[in-house]
């Protein structure tokens, strides 16, 4: 359809309007406006056409310039943009809007681009594009004459900025030179509220969000001198940037992000009380743990030391932290946080905003990939992320919490399979990959098991799109990983290959899920919750990995049945039983039977990697893919014109997540840090300049591992043996928990959980003599506990001397002469 133009009082048509935003360009404006002219009356098919120039508060003589021309051909005409110069944004806008073309050409008035680029436009917009971008970066262009270096290179930092947070796929927005459908200009400017260079980037949005064809045209361009661009036009696209993507966030977005905030700081309300003061007793001994990790990466920084090994505890062999996923990937950029408002605040804001970054991560998901719902997508994402075995895993596990990058390396691996940007999606894939490997790399397994039985279900359901995928599919990981491994190499040897290294870690004959723990509720279940129930189908209240509820698993069953025919459906469901096949064991138990039969994970069971997975965990896999099918059966509800199906299938969609909807995580006041660490007094007892430990009895373990927070309380002050960490044990290497036990540690133990005194001879005091000069030990520690009077004499008869009593502790000072 042909625009149209007044002129003499008659109306014609107009093909072509070009639309020149001038500021001060009195010199080049005059032989810009001649080239075009002189370019468009020689076209072969003459067609009509206007040239408008729109004067952005010139100072200098550029109005008079135009009227000189528009005297000689009245198709050129000046729109005054005001008495200031408001930016290229606006005048564009006036420009645009008082245009009648059917295409309308944007050009710079120092025509970089030369006007007999114009053909290449044209012809990408009669091929069926809407918009024709010119382009310095797209393959063909040609640029015979460079700017300066430095603005080149901001340039290109700007377009690449530009493609990951606005326009992906575009190599350069910025480029003077666009075509675009008359029409379809006039709309999205008339919507754009940008005055500055950013205009470019909005209108491309405007296109890409109305699904408007955009293509990227390569053309010649040629620096001229007198650029109007100052060096804080690059700020202020910056700035434009940040306003365009914030108006681009829907209030319902808002609204979904805010609720995951609230209802992840409610879970954690217990803690929040006083972060310092407040312990998870879900936790066992975790918090400890956790806190201990992120507050030795913080010291290993400020001391400049190796991140990924430590002797402060598990002396004298250490601690190797890589193979402790210490998720260096938050507790280093945590670290200031730590310092300044110690570990507890660090870990608490490190587990509160992940949890909660995580459902608004699978939120994005579900709406870019699933439904475009948002009450929906909400649903879903919801129950993702706060399903009861992520509940059980906030009580403890960081790494099972904050699972952001999931969804993100999911969308990306969706992306691959486009065969669009396969080098560029690869490369980020990888470097998304390896970012997690730094968060959590037992999630990244189970999440690339997730997206295998998924691709497996889906790929069979729907060959057509399998056979156009996998090619690109496989081009794209295989560049991802070429990208991750420079990465992670170092890391990863050491962790698998470094000091304290080991091989698999066992958790048991048998470490899955019973049948019934898939239809039971998980003690934290607000309405239903049954801790004896739970604690019997599971490892400990922090592995509660499946406990879905029958009215959850009944739900989903109905949902797969009434929405059979569709490929994404069965794919979900398919992915579902597979994973909850699998998070049974290499055996299965039947309830109530004496029937055990071999489960599928007995194929995987001895597989590298694969071995020290604690199976009950892939039940987490089943997470999101329920919330996927509950935001699909959400969307089909609300689109339904009966009221009275839209009632009943809301409500078995309330009736079946009332039943694991969390209650807050329980707390309690929390043992305070003896004076004996807390003032210093341990100084006097241990020579840490000679590499001497102060020995915590009985030794700390993954039982009781209190003794970590003193250390950190100290300041890392002072090194110890014992510990909570994962390390090697015999010629084979096999990991397990805590330390290497010695003889003396494991009498102690002893005592501590039986609270008998043995006979103490001889042989024993030599043994403990042993194993104090073993650890180096400067002073033995024993604090108020259950059976600490039993411990307290043991430890008198294996040092011959009974201890002191000092800040809150008793102390055994084992230097010669005391």
């Known amino acids: 359809m042909s625009g149209t133009h007044r002129a003499g009082g008659g109306q014609v048509s107009v093909d072509l309007s070009v639309v020149v935003p001038a500021y001060n360009e009195e010199e080049r404006l005059g032989p810009t406006l001649d080239a075009i002219i002189a370019h468009l009356a020689a076209a072969e098919a003459p067609a009509r056409w206007e040239i408008i120039v729109v004067d952005d508060g010139s100072t200098d003589r550029t109005a008079e310039v135009v009227a000189a021309v528009t005297a000689r051909d009245a198709r050129v005409q000046l729109v005054s943009a005001g008495p200031r110069n408001r930016g290229k944004g606006h005048a564009l806008r006036l420009g645009v809007l008082a245009s009648h073309g059917r295409r309308v050409l944007l050009t710079d008035a120092d025509l970089s681009a030369p006007i007999d680029e114009l053909e290449r436009l044209d012809k990408a917009l009669s091929d069926g594009h809407t918009a024709a971008i010119g382009s310095r970066e797209a393959p063909g262009a040609s640029i015979e004459r460079h700017q300066h270096r ?69 053309v010649r361009w040629s620096h001229q001198p007198g650029s109007k661009i100052r060096p804080r036009d690059y ?31 409610t879970l954690y309300i217990g803690r929040w009380r006083d972060p310092n003061g407040r ?47 210490v998720m260096l990937g938050l507790s280093v950029p945590f670290a200031p946080v730590t310092l300044v408002l110690g570990p507890a605040v660090s870990l608490a804001l490190v587990m509160t905003l992940g949890l909660a970054a995580t459902a608004a991560a699978w939120y994005w998901l579900i709406v870019k990939r699933v439904v475009r719902h948002r009450g929906a997508a909400f649903a879903g994402a919801a129950l993702a992320a706060f399903a009861p075995p992520m509940v059980s895993h906030a009580n403890a596990h960081p790494n099972f919490v904050v699972l952001f990058m999931i969804p993100l390396i999911t969308d990306r691996a969706l992306r691959l399979c486009t065969g669009a940007r396969t080098q560029r999606d690869g490369t980020v894939l990888g470097l998304m990959a390896a970012y997690q490997i730094f968060l959590g790399e037992e999630p990244l397994l189970l999440a690339a098991m997730g997206m295998l039985l998924f691709a497996a279900a889906y790929g069979l359901l729907r060959r057509d799109v399998a056979r156009a995928s996998w090619r690109p599919l496989l081009r794209g990981l295989g560049v991802a990983i070429l990208v991750a491994i420079p990465l992670v190499a170092l890391p990863l040897s050491w962790q698998f290959f470094g000091p304290q290294s080991y091989g698999n870690i066992a958790h048991g004959a048998n470490s899955g899920n019973s049948p019934l723990a898939l239809l039971s509720f998980s003690e934290r279940s607000l309405l239903a919750g049954d801790r004896e129930r739970a604690d019997a189908l599971s490892l400990n209240i922090t592995e509660q990995n499946a406990f879905y509820g029958w009215p959850l698993v009944l739900l989903a069953l109905g949902i797969v049945v009434r929405l059979w025919e569709r490929p994404l459906v069965k794919a979900l469901a398919v992915t579902a039983v597979g994973a909850a096949l699998l998070s049974l064991g290499p055996k299965i138990r039947l309830p109530q039977t004496d029937l055990v039969l071999p489960g599928p994970w007995a194929l995987f069971a001895e597989k590298p990697l694969l071995e020290s997975v604690i199976e009950s965990r892939v039940a987490m896999i089943c997470a999101p893919v329920l919330g996927m099918l509950l935001a699909i059966a959400f969307e089909r509800l609300a689109a339904v014109p009966g009221l009275g199906t839209r009632y009943v299938g809301f409500l078995a969609i309330t009736l ?12 309690v006041e929390r043992a305070e840090v003896p004076a004996f660490f807390a003032d210093g007094t341990w100084r006097s007892y241990v020579d840490t300049g000679a590499g001497e430990t102060l020995v915590p009895v009985p030794l700390p373990d993954p039982g009781n591992a209190e003794a970590l927070r003193w250390q950190t309380t100290a300041g890392f002050g002072f090194r110890m043996p014992g510990g909570y960490f994962n390390g090697p044990f015999g010629e084979d290497r096999v990991g397990i928990y805590g330390a290497v036990p010695r003889h003396t540690s494991n009498l102690l133990r002893d005592v501590r959980h039986s609270g008998r005194v043995p006979v103490i001879g001889d042989n024993w005091r030599a043994q403990a003599r042993q194993d104090f000069a073993y650890w180096q030990a400067g002073a033995l520690v024993l604090r108020p506990q259950m059976y600490d009077e039993q411990v307290r004499v043991t430890v008198d008869k294996l040092v011959g001397r009974p201890g002191k009593w000092v800040g809150g502790v008793w102390v055994w000072d084992l230097h010669a002469g005391d």
Request: charged share 20%; aromatic share 10%.
């Open 150 to 218: 430095l603005r080149e290179a901001l340039g290109r930092a700007g377009n690449l900025l530009i493609r990951g947070v606005a326009v992906p796929g575009i190599r350069d927005t910025q480029c003077g030179f666009k075509l675009f459908d008359g029409d379809r200009a006039r709309e999205a400017f008339a919507a754009s509220r940008l005055h500055g260079f950013g205009i470019d980037v909005e209108i491309l949005r405007y296109f890409r969000r109305n699904g408007w064809p955009v293509v990227e045209v390569p």
């Open 235 to 265: 700020a202020r696209v910056l700035g434009e940037l940040a306003v365009l993507r914030t108006r681009s966030v829907r209030p319902a977005d808002v609204l979904a992000v805010t609720c995951f905030l609230l209802m992840s700081v």
């Open 279 to 325: 312990y998870l007793p879900d936790s066992l001994q975790d918090q400890n743990q956790w806190e201990w990790f992120f507050a030795v990466t913080a010291d290993n920084l400020v001391h400049l030391r190796n991140p990924l090994f430590t002797t402060f505890q598990g002396f004298p062999d250490g601690v190797n932290l890589m193979a402790n996923t």
């Open 656 to 667: 079946a997540l009332l039943p694991i909807v969390p209650a807050p995580l329980r707390s």
